[in-house]
C-alpha cells in the first residue's frame, strides 16, 4: 500500500493505491477522489493540480492518473482549466428511493442545502392532485413551490400540495429546513409513500429556474406521502437536474 498527499489548494487529501489489488489503479485513484467529492472532503472550486503533479504525488504514471481525472471529468465532477489544472466542480447528489426529504439527504451528505419559495398559498385541487390527496376535484388544498439548491447551485424544483388545515406552513421555516421536518414537528408520523421516477427534457422556463439549457435531461418524481393513519398528508411533483442528481436503490434477489 502507497499513501501520498495530493493537495486539493485549501485542504489536504490522503490517497492510496494498492499495487497487489487486481482493481486497477486508475479505477482506485478515482473512486478515492470521487468519495472525497461527494463527502464533500473536496468542495466545488478545489485544485487537484496537473496531471504531472498529481502523478510525481501519487508514485504513478501520467497516463494512469489521466485515466482516474477523464473518467470524473466524463462525469462532471472535475474539470481541466489550461493553466489552471483540474479543479472539483460538483458532486452529483446519489439519493436513495425511501421515505426522507431532499433537505435531509443533501445536509447529511454535507452539500449544504438552501431553499427558496417560490410560492406558498392555496389553490382549487386539479383532478390528479385530488385523486393523489383524496379530496374533491376543485377543493382548496395548500401549494408550495421552492428551489432547492446545494453549495448555492440549483438542484430541483420542488413542487408540493398538501390539505388545507394539515399545518401552518411559514414561508421564512420553509426556507430554514426541509417539509418533512416540519410535518414531524407538527406531529405528524409519516409512514408510507408511492411514488414513481421518470425524465423528461427541460423546458425553457425550468432550464432558467436550474441553470440547465432548454432540452436538457430533467429527472421528475412524483410522490404521495400517507401518515400512519393511512391518510395522504402531501401530493410532491419535483423535477431534477440530472447532470447533479441521480437516484439510487438496492435490488435483492427473491429466494
Known amino acids: 500500500m502507497e499513501d501520498e498527499d495530493a493537495s486539493g489548494g485549501a485542504e489536504t487529501l490522503q490517497l492510496s493505491v ?26 466545488p472550486g478545489s485544485l487537484l493540480g496537473n496531471e504531472i503533479e498529481l502523478a510525481g504525488r501519487l508514485g504513478l504514471s ?23 489544472g483540474t479543479q472539483v466542480v460538483h458532486s452529483q447528489v446519489k439519493r436513495p428511493l425511501e421515505l426522507s426529504s431532499l433537505y435531509d439527504d443533501l445536509e447529511a451528505a454535507g452539500q449544504r ?68 421536518r416540519l410535518m414531524r414537528s407538527a406531529g405528524i408520523t409519516l409512514h408510507s409513500a408511492r411514488q414513481a ?27 404521495t406521502t400517507f401518515d400512519d393513519t393511512g391518510r395522504a398528508v402531501e401530493f410532491g411533483s419535483h423535477t431534477y437536474r440530472a447532470s447533479r442528481y441521480a437516484f439510487e436503490f438496492q435490488l435483492l434477489v427473491r429466494p
Do not use: W
Not at 486497477?24 to 467529492?37: G, K, N, R, T
Not at 501520467?62 to 489552471?84: E, F, M, N, Y
Open 62 to 84: 501520467r497516463p494512469t492518473v489521466r485515466q482516474a481525472i477523464s473518467s470524473l471529468v466524463d462525469k462532471g465532477l472535475l474539470v481541466r482549466r489550461r493553466g489552471v
Open 113 to 180: 442545502p438552501a431553499t427558496h419559495v417560490l410560492v406558498n398559498t392555496t389553490e382549487p385541487a386539479t383532478a390528479q392532485v385530488a385523486a393523489a390527496l383524496g379530496v374533491a376535484e376543485g377543493e382548496e388544498v395548500v401549494l408550495i413551490e421552492r428551489l432547492r439548491l446545494a453549495h448555492g447551485e440549483p438542484m430541483a424544483h420542488l413542487r408540493n400540495h398538501l390539505p388545507v388545515g394539515l399545518l401552518k406552513l411559514d414561508s421564512a421555516e420553509l426556507e430554514d429546513t426541509g417539509l418533512y
Open 197 to 223: 421516477v421518470g425524465a423528461r427534457a427541460a423546458t425553457a422556463e425550468e432550464g432558467e429556474q436550474l441553470g440547465e439549457p432548454e432540452g436538457a435531461p430533467l429527472l421528475t418524481m412524483e410522490r
Open 18 to 43: 494498492d499495487r497487489s489489488s487486481p482493481v486497477p489503479l486508475y479505477f482506485q485513484l478515482s473512486q478515492q477522489l470521487e468519495a472525497a467529492i461527494e463527502q464533500g472532503r473536496l468542495a
